[in-house]
């Protein structure tokens, strides 16, 4: 049913908790830190801000992310078509990706990571 899908379960949450450590150590290997943001509730909504001078590219950063999630951009048959892993453009340059743990697109557990840009040191 409807309510269903809008309604998941707790145990959701609580797998997206328990994957921000990995998430964090590659952030951190990447160069920026990660902050959670929102409720959890339906998806893990999940900002990346270039931390050190030298933070690697966005790209880069949700490759890995998605990599070590054995995660899916749009579908694992049709990711090949996907090299960019497909960013929606967001206010002050943040590009939002999606990565998600199913096929199921956003009737399955998805990570919602907004990267901000990289700027020149003042």
Request: aromatic share 10%; charged share 25%.
């Amino acid at each position: 049913s409807m309510k269903k899908l809008l309604d998941p379960s707790p145990a959701r949450a609580a797998a997206y908790v328990a994957l921000y450590p990995m998430l964090q150590q590659i952030a951190k290997r990447y160069g920026y830190a990660l902050a959670v943001h929102g409720s959890l509730h339906r998806d893990f909504d999940i900002v990346a801000i270039p931390w050190i001078e030298e933070a690697g590219e966005p790209l880069a950063l949700i490759k890995a992310m998605k990599t070590a999630m054995k995660a899916v951009t749009h579908h694992e048959d049709g990711d090949k078509w996907f090299k960019d892993c497909n960013p929606t453009k967001k206010p002050h340059g943040r590009l939002g990706y999606s990565l998600h743990f199913t096929n199921e697109g956003m009737h399955g557990g998805y990570i919602d990571i907004s990267v901000m840009p990289k700027t020149k040191a003042i």
